[in-house]
């Protein structure tokens, strides 16, 4: 099915260690987004991209880095995990055109012990 | 200033009536998008209905419609005839400005429940 595909699903981490959030879109879309959903607070974007090879901060970005070296994946690396990065991660994928709205993967939920 | 406001923590619903959930935004950019997504038990997103600041009429997709009051910067979503399986949390997300950026601003979410 054409989507957002994220990898993994769920991951414990212990304090200070790294790991790398994948996001694989198949839509060709020019524009993705990571965000992390906190209970109570929504999603927080913590960085975007506007195109192969561009990134850009959103919201919430300390802690966090992202790279883009092709169009269809968009990766969110934690180099340091502290407890408080202990969420729900959502990458997200969007063309152009609103009216088909954003589609989203289906969440990482990451915990930091 | 939060850019999107969801007053209703929780609703809830009997089946088979309506509800509606409210939704409120600032922005001073004259171009922009109003979003509903759903977010079931299970954690998935799930894209409900789109408005455009520009257009005439409100959006409607099958059981959803978005009351939008521009004057008042509302987008209330309005759900008819419940069914059980519209138990979840909803989120109102706005997209600003014509520019490269594109990313939405979500509210804090309402959680309905429907009962049976």
């Known amino acids: 099915n054409a989507g957002v595909t994220q990898t993994p699903k769920f991951r414990v981490l212990k304090t200070g260690q790294s790991m790398t959030l994948l996001c694989a879109q198949d839509?060709?879309?020019?524009?993705m987004y990571w965000y992390r959903q906190d209970p109570g607070m929504g999603l927080r974007l913590i960085h975007y991209?506007?195109?192969?090879?561009?990134?850009a901060k959103g919201e919430v970005p300390d802690g966090y880095n992202v790279s883009r070296l092709k169009k269809q994946n968009f990766l969110l690396g934690l180099e340091s995990a502290a407890p408080s990065q202990t969420s729900v991660y959502f990458c997200?994928?969007?063309?152009?055109?609103?009216?088909?709205?954003?589609?989203f993967g289906s969440g990482t939920r990451l915990t930091v012990v | 200033a939060q850019k999107i406001t969801q007053t209703q923590p929780g609703m809830f619903v009997q089946e088979k009536e309506a509800v509606t959930l409210d939704c409120t935004y600032d922005?001073?950019?004259?171009?922009?998008?109003l979003f509903w997504y759903k977010q079931p038990s299970s954690g998935e997103m799930i894209f409900l209905i789109y408005?455009?600041?520009?257009?005439?009429q409100n959006a409607t997709e099958g059981r959803y419609s978005l009351n939008f009051q521009k004057a008042r910067k509302s987008a209330n979503l309005v759900i008819s005839a419940s069914q059980l399986g519209d138990s979840a949390m909803y989120f109102c997300?706005?997209?600003?400005?014509?520019?490269?950026?594109?990313?939405?601003?979500f509210g804090s979410g309402t959680q309905l429940t429907v009962l049976p």
């Open positions: 997200a994928s969007s063309s152009h055109r609103d009216r088909d709205g954003y589609t």
């Open positions: 839509m060709n879309h020019e524009y």
């Open positions: 991209s506007v195109g192969e090879g561009t990134t």
């Open positions: 922005t001073s950019d004259p171009s922009y998008g």
């Open positions: 408005q455009g600041s520009y257009d005439q």
């Open positions: 997300a706005m997209r600003e400005g014509p520019g490269s950026a594109r990313q939405l601003t």
